[in-house]
């Protein structure tokens, strides 16, 4: 796996998942004693800007990052990008900008959203019997 990060190159890698948790999750957190009551709103508790964004430009929703599987997603992709860090040597900052110096940087990504703002198909390809849908977003994508 650590072979393709080559030392004074741009790597790019987009993340199906999230890479950050809410700051009011945090501000919550940390404060709380078992039992008691959280005072935040659970969607804004919930929900990052980044998924309100995504909303408002595509009219999908993501999962909230609090939510079960997705937030052991998140916990995996964080892992892997430590994991890569470890192999290589390179660390892998997240990228906030579309300009990229040399290195290894990382975007969360929302293939629905993408697929959707991109004008391609962005439903129904899931699943092992939906093969042609996929080659169709394939074909389009490239």
Known sequence: MS??????STQLLAI???????VSLGQELFNHV?????????NTLFRRDTDRFIKEKTGKLPLD?????IARTAHTALQLLN??????????DLAWSPELNPGCW?????????????????????GPENIAPRQEICANLS
Do not use: C, H
């Open 65 to 69: 990052v609090g939510a079960d599987r």
């Open 34 to 42: 078992a039992g008691g009551i959280l005072n935040t709103e659970a």
């Open 83 to 92: 994991t890569i860090t470890m192999l290589t040597g390179a660390k892998v």
């Open 106 to 126: 990382a975007i969360e990504t929302y293939p629905a959203a993408t697929l959707k703002m991109s004008s391609i198909r962005f439903q129904g390809y899931k």
């Open 16 to 22: 199906d998942a999230p890479l950050g948790w809410p």
């Open 3 to 8: 072979s393709w990060i080559v030392p004074g």
